[in-house]
Nanobody, 114 residues
Framework: QVQLVESGGGLVQPGGSLRLSCAAS????????MGWYRQAPGKERELVAT???????NYADSVKGRFTISRDSAKNTVYLQMSSLKAEDTAVYYC????????WGQGTQVTVSS
């Protein structure tokens, strides 16, 4: 088990950038896969990006080239750098850690609007 706390969401204009952070309650060194998911109103939760403890990454096609996931084991934190944001990126973003059970944070709202 691990508790996750997301931060960094907010309101941003189209084309802007945000960096989300996910702080874990314990070391993430041994957690094989961590990731970010998002859920827009009226839609199912979807995968955004994952990263393994070896540094391997995977991205949804919709965010490739715009988003970058990273992890800092020394700080027990996972990041999601989001650039060239679009209105369709508006959603609640959730951090996930597989231990191997799925552990979720409470989510952070990202709104892309002019």
């Amino acid at each position: 088990q691990v508790q996750l706390v997301e931060s960094g969401g907010g309101l941003v204009q189209p084309g802007g950038s945000l960096r989300l952070s996910c702080a874990a309650s314990r070391t993430i060194f041994s957690i094989i896969v961590m990731g970010w998911y998002r859920q827009a109103p009226g839609k199912e939760r979807e995968l955004v990006a994952t990263i393994t403890n070896g540094g391997g990454t995977n991205y949804a096609d919709s965010v490739k080239g715009r988003f970058t996931i990273s992890r800092d084991s020394a700080k027990n934190t996972v990041y999601l750098q989001m650039s060239s944001l679009k209105a369709e990126d508006t959603a609640v973003y959730y951090c996930n850690a597989r231990t191997p059970a799925h552990n979720w944070g409470q989510g952070t709202q990202v709104t892309v609007s002019s």
